[in-house]
């Protein structure tokens, strides 16, 4: 089946632009995650969804970076005033379930490579 | 907060060898213990996973370990082939019965020498 996808996959923007990134889950997953991933890193939590309610932001750098989901499905991670700090590839992550002992693997999606100059 | 320390970030083995990559973790709550690996520009592709109620856990050729005592797990990959080639993460979390994200390692870069 479909697995997550993210889109674009490339996107470059001048320091000081918005921007947004769309996350389209695995259909029918409750939990959905964004990940940032700095070159040579490994992916850093930013925040997570279950189903359209925000739950945890507590990764978030700051409050330039907001996230939504507003019927439980696509998300989208919006970036304000990019700063070359903001230059990572962002990771969408689902899951089937909240918790439990099946159900709670994460599937990542391919991921948005951001370059802000 | 949980802190994941993997080693080494580099590991280059011949084609048919076995390769071990190891983590620990600080937070004691964690009973998650996923594996990722990761080819350049794609994302992140789960290999094994193991829960804490589980010491171990094999799948083909890869197999991982946990000591919860000692709060550390390894991946283990025997017969290692050319596609082995990536950069693999492990990864810790509470996600049984709540919502938690992932706390990555840094990465191990698994070379396959032909």
């Known amino acids: 089946g479909a697995g997550v996808s993210q889109s674009p996959r490339y996107k470059v923007a001048k320091r000081g632009q918005d921007v947004a990134l769309r996350c389209d889950p695995i259909s029918g997953h409750v939990s959905l995650f964004w990940y940032q991933q700095a070159l040579g890193q490994g992916p850093e939590f930013l925040t997570y969804f279950q189903n359209e309610a925000q739950l945890d932001k507590s990764g978030l750098p700051s409050d330039r970076f907001f996230a939504e989901r507003p019927e439980g499905s696509v998300s989208t991670l919006k970036i304000q005033r990019t700063q070359k700090e903001d230059s990572a590839v962002y990771l969408c992550?689902?899951?089937?379930?909240?918790?439990?002992?099946?159900?709670?693997?994460?599937?990542f999606g391919p991921g948005t490579r951001l370059t802000v100059t | 907060g949980e802190n994941v320390e993997q080693h080494p970030s580099t590991l280059s083995v011949q084609e048919g060898d076995s390769a071990v990559i190891k983590c620990t973790y600080s937070?004691?709550?964690?009973?998650?213990f996923p594996w990722y690996k990761q080819e350049l520009g794609k994302g992140p592709q789960l290999i094994i996973d193991?829960?804490?109620?589980?010491g171990e856990k094999k799948d083909q050729r890869i197999a991982v370990t946990l000591n919860k005592t000692a709060k550390h797990f390894s991946l283990h990959i025997t017969e290692t082939q050319p596609e082995d080639s990536a950069v693999y993460f492990c990864?810790?979390?509470?996600?049984?019965?709540?919502?938690?994200?992932?706390?990555f390692g840094k990465g191990t870069h698994l070379i396959i020498q032909p």
């Open positions: 193991i829960r804490s109620n589980v």
């Open positions: 990864a810790a979390s509470k996600r049984t019965g709540g919502a938690d994200g992932l706390t």
């Open positions: 937070d004691s709550a964690s009973n998650y």
């Open positions: 992550a689902s899951s089937l379930l909240v918790g439990g002992t099946s159900g709670i693997e994460q599937y």
